[in-house]
């Protein structure tokens, strides 16, 4: 059974609108982050949260919030979407200490 | 970016044979994972390591901090292996994070 689920899974939206992308896990993990890759490239860390109503900023937070209302959830909001969001984005969650980071099957965002 | 570089960007294998990838960082990393996305874009981890060595079936990887890469060996390559490897380094921060860098990734093929 996933443990790091993601909603939606494809999502197409246009420029200007407001996205907001889900994340749940059931690993009981302290830690979880957002990441964005780009077709043919590594992942980049968007933002991350290591406890629930806190979050931190990551490589390339500009245009994005996060929300961390409970351990469980993770959302990455993006306010006014811009074509350069067009990406996957993937949601991880790891444990205290040992940093293994498990990941949600990712969600495809496209922005026309 | 370049913190952390993948090497070879691309890998064409025999079935059968078997086949190394490098990683080397120009960050201080304190530990190291080793991902394969898969042809449907999941993400698996295979390793989580400190320096040192672990083994996992035909998979084995080495983690070298004072030399600053890390390895992935591919042993009697078979055709589920095929997709991305990305390595990804925890560097050092002065505290507790989990925040990784990630490769560009080596795409690999395994060909019967």
């Known amino acids: 059974e996933a443990a790091v689920t993601q909603s939606p899974r494809s999502k197409v939206a246009v420029t200007g609108g407001k996205v907001t992308l889900s994340c749940h896990q059931t690993?009981?993990?302290?830690?979880m982050y957002w990441y964005r890759q780009d077709t043919g490239h590594g992942l980049r860390l968007i933002h991350y949260?290591?406890?629930?109503?806190?979050?931190e900023k990551g490589d390339i937070p500009d245009g994005y919030k996060a929300s961390r209302p409970s351990q469980e959830n993770f959302s990455l909001i993006l306010e006014l979407a811009s074509l350069s969001q067009t990406a996957v984005y993937f949601c991880?969650?790891?444990?205290?200490?040992?940093?293994?980071?498990?990941f949600g099957p990712g969600t495809r965002l496209t922005v026309l | 970016g370049d913190k952390v570089k993948q090497s070879p960007s691309a890998l064409s294998l025999q079935e059968g044979t078997n086949s190394a990838l490098r990683c080397n960082f120009s960050?201080?990393?304190?530990?190291v994972q080793w991902f394969l996305q898969n042809p449907r874009g999941s993400l698996i981890n295979l390793f989580y390591?400190?320096?040192g060595t672990k083994e996992n079936g035909r998979l084995k990887s080495t983690f070298n901090s004072k030399e600053s890469y890390s390895t992935l060996h591919i042993r009697d390559a078979q055709l589920e292996d095929s997709g991305t490897y990305f390595c990804?380094?925890?560097?050092?921060?002065?505290?507790?994070?989990?925040?990784?860098?990630f490769g560009e990734g080596t795409q690999v093929t395994v060909i019967s």
């Open positions: 990804a380094a925890e560097g050092y921060t002065g505290g507790l994070s989990g925040k990784l860098t």
């Open positions: 390591l400190v320096p």
């Open positions: 949260s290591y406890v629930a109503d806190s979050t």
């Open positions: 690993n009981n993990h302290d830690y």
């Open positions: 960050i201080a990393a304190t530990t």
């Open positions: 991880a969650s790891s444990g205290l200490g040992v940093y293994e980071q498990y």
